[in-house]
């Protein structure tokens, strides 16, 4: 693996944890934060019984109904996937952990409810796969358009489930962008490691399949 893809996934992880961090001690000082009310406001003031179903429909993009089928395309698709599934299943457990310990840290509720609301879970967790997508798209032999279309629907998963967690009044804005952030530090920091730590060169493939 090069050096320079390990220190760009090592860069991002460090930036996602550090905005990550940033954000949760505002969220526990302050409760809410500038923005948060306005734009929530924005968002559902526009929003018609059609936007509703759509998010309804998109918030299933954050649940393991849907997470973990794509995970396991991913691995039969992918042999260098297979060839560490336990870093790539793992991270995404582990990033749902992280996420439960630091709602209770944080202790801020939702705009609705008592329930603890920073980071947001869904957003974490499509946020998390939507990333390990993205860095396996880099890696697969692909044309450029085929990488591009698979980085393109990663990257709208990851913001329309986030858009439907603010839509269906379950979550502060801040609480989404919490989310992305975590969910983009654990997949970062599990391509940091992977390309830190490369397989022996008998087995490295970057082939699908």
């Known amino acids: 693996m090069s050096r320079s893809a390990s220190e760009s996934w090592r860069i991002v992880c460090l930036a996602a944890l550090a905005g ?7 969220a526990f000082a302050t409760g809410t934060l500038p923005g948060d009310v306005p734009l929530r406001r924005a968002f559902l003031d526009s929003a018609s019984e059609t936007v509703f179903s759509v998010a309804r429909f998109v918030n299933h993009g954050g649940r393991v109904e849907v997470l973990l089928p794509a995970t396991l395309l991913l ?3 992918s042999l ?5 599934w336990w870093l790539w299943c793992g991270i995404q457990l582990g990033a749902g952990s992280v996420e439960h310990a630091f709602k209770f840290l944080v202790g801020r509720p939702r705009p609705s409810g008592s329930s603890l609301g920073y980071p947001s879970g869904h957003t974490t967790a499509a946020a998390t796969f939507a990333v390990i997508m993205i860095y396996f798209s880099l ?9 591009r279309l ?7 998963l990851m913001l329309t489930v986030g ?6 009044r379950a979550h502060w804005p801040s609480d989404v962008l919490g989310g992305f952030l975590l969910g983009i530090c654990c997949a970062a920091g599990a391509a940091w490691w992977n390309e830190s730590h490369p397989v022996a060169a008998a087995v490295e493939t970057h082939s699908l399949r």
């Open 139 to 147: 890696r697969a032999q692909l044309t450029p358009l085929q990488r």
């Open 20 to 26: 990550f961090l940033i954000f949760g001690l505002a």
């Open 80 to 84: 260098v996937a297979r060839q560490r």
């Open 75 to 77: 691995l039969w698709l």
């Open 163 to 168: 858009w439907a967690r603010i839509m269906l």
């Open 150 to 156: 698979i980085q393109i629907v990663s990257v709208i």
